[in-house]
């Protein structure tokens, strides 16, 4: 028995885990358990190393920093690693988003991004979206909608939240009237619309938000015009617009971020994960003139813009930069959504690929979907609710760490962005054999 059984009884078992290995030391795609077993990485820390496990540059960062200084709290000091953060991350931002906040994570990041829009509109309600996820504390869980789990008897939770419909187009019952793959079909636009006459009026309310790819929801991407539409309502009813851009951000999309896939601009701009290749730090971003309107001392945080990570976030940057991640992120998204589709012609129970870059979602076909059926529904090749919770273990019986997601049978493929191409030809070959078992389970 390992030395670490019983120090494992100690932690608390409100934490699921995926695996009982122990990982000893991590590198690139893989990492490497005390018992001697590879695994090929697939989850990175649910999108944190982008980078990679650690990447020699962002080690020696945090290390050089340690012995300089590992903490000057914003209150008292600025040190240079934060501000050195703030000019790496100025020009790749959305333009006129110029002042920035900065916490420990995307919790606390999208909490101030409430704090901030209310204190700049002077209102107070805010709209969010089925199947969104934005945290686990109170605030965030009152305004996320992806698993009843996440908020099981923690009421009463946070009022003034709206919940709107999100354009989920795969389950849209309405999708045969969107004209191309870049349209809505307006459903959920005039959803929004009528929350707005009948729930919370543009006077009461002062943001909406929502991630530009869904994450804990599905991997769910929505039309251009979704994106488009939302704007012109916000512009038109003085409305904040917030995107949370915890998990997709710093190139996990094939873009820097998200917002650039629609090509439409938020008011605020909230990002983690990835910033800092594992280090604790989030932010967001918004104009000086959102910024004004938020009072001082009304808000702030003992650890936020830690030294340490804050270095350790300025190397991130830079070899996303450097290294063409974002571009890799493209490429090899192409490559494996190719490679999915082949798969999803071989296997009829799979009824979506969809994503953009290496944040790529494959859904099941559901026997729960026998009774709620959406276009495009084939009842004949459902799976079992649980399936791909089953189907994580049979990928790490062949040597693979990969997550499902959302309400639906749905499994998220999140590789670091220095994956290789023959990295993501292996990772597609370890999901077919655990699917290949998993399948033959469901038939016997």
């Given at each position: 028995?390992?030395?670490?059984?019983?120090?494992?009884?100690?932690?608390?078992?409100?934490?699921?885990?995926?695996?009982?290995?122990?990982?000893?030391?991590?590198?690139?795609?893989?990492?490497?358990?005390?018992?001697?077993?590879?695994?090929?990485?697939?989850?990175?820390?649910?999108?944190?190393?982008?980078?990679?496990?650690?990447?020699?540059?962002?080690?020696?960062?945090?290390?050089?920093?340690?012995?300089?200084?590992?903490h000057g709290q914003l209150n008292i000091v600025y040190h240079k690693p934060v501000l050195e953060l703030v000019e790496e991350l100025k020009p790749v931002v959305p333009e006129g988003l110029d002042t920035f906040f900065f916490s420990n994570s995307g919790a606390e990041a999208v909490e101030a991004s409430i704090k901030l829009a209310r204190h700049a509109t002077k209102k107070q309600n805010i709209i969010t979206f089925v199947n969104s996820f934005h945290g686990r504390t109170v605030g965030t869980m009152s305004l996320g909608n992806s698993k009843i789990v996440y908020k099981n008897q923690y009421g009463p939770l946070m009022p003034g939240v709206h919940v709107a419909p999100y354009a989920y187009c795969h389950r849209c019952?309405?999708?045969?009237?969107?004209?191309?793959?870049?349209?809505?079909?307006?459903?959920?636009?005039?959803?929004?619309?009528?929350?707005?006459?009948?729930?919370?009026?543009?006077?009461d309310t002062a943001a909406i938000l929502l991630e530009p790819v869904q994450g804990e929801g599905g991997y769910v991407q929505p039309p251009k015009s979704f994106m488009q539409g939302l704007r012109k309502i916000c512009d038109k009813h003085g409305i904040l617009l917030i995107y949370d851009e915890v998990q997709t951000g710093f190139?996990?999309?094939?873009?820097?971020?998200?917002?650039?896939?629609?090509?439409?601009?938020?008011?605020?701009?909230v990002f983690a994960k990835a910033i800092a290749s594992g280090f604790p730090l989030s932010g967001l971003v918004a104009s000086k003139e959102t910024h004004k309107h938020w009072q001082q001392g009304s808000h702030g945080g003992t650890y936020g813009a830690n030294a340490v990570a804050c270095?350790?976030?300025?190397?991130?940057?830079?070899?996303?930069?450097?290294?063409?991640?974002?571009?890799?992120?493209?490429?090899?998204?192409?490559?494996?959504?190719?490679?999915l589709l082949?798969?999803?012609d071989?296997?009829?129970?799979?009824?979506?690929?969809?994503?953009?870059?290496?944040?790529?979602?494959?859904?099941?076909?559901d026997e729960r979907d026998n009774a709620y059926p959406f276009p495009g529904h084939d009842s004949k090749h459902t799976v079992k609710y649980g399936f791909t919770g089953a189907l994580t273990k049979k990928c790490l019986d062949h040597g693979?760490?990969?997550?499902?997601?959302?309400?639906?049978?749905t499994l998220r493929f999140i590789p670091p962005l220095t994956v290789s191409a023959e990295e993501i030809e292996l990772g597609v070959e370890l999901f077919e054999k655990g699917l290949k078992d998993t399948l033959k389970e469901l038939a016997n």
């Open positions: 028995m390992s030395r670490y059984e019983s120090s494992k009884k100690l932690l608390s078992p409100v934490w699921g885990h995926l695996s009982e290995s122990i990982v000893e030391r991590a590198s690139g795609s893989f990492i490497y358990t005390t018992c001697g077993k590879k695994l090929l990485d697939f989850s990175t820390g649910i999108g944190v190393v982008n980078t990679g496990h650690c990447h020699p540059r962002v080690v020696a960062a945090a290390q050089e920093q340690v012995g300089k200084l590992i019952p309405c999708k045969q009237q969107r004209k191309s793959a870049e349209d809505c079909c307006n459903q959920p636009l005039l959803a929004v619309e009528m929350l707005l006459r009948q729930q919370t009026g543009p006077a190139g996990r999309t094939g873009k820097y971020f998200a917002a650039e896939l629609s090509g439409v601009k938020p008011d605020i701009l270095a350790a976030a300025v190397a991130t940057q830079r070899v996303i930069k450097e290294e063409k991640l974002v571009e890799n992120a493209a490429a090899r998204g192409e490559q494996l959504t190719k490679l082949q798969l999803k071989k296997y009829p129970q799979i009824s979506d690929v969809r994503g953009p870059g290496l944040m790529i979602g494959v859904e099941f076909y693979m760490l990969i997550l499902n997601t959302g309400a639906h049978e």
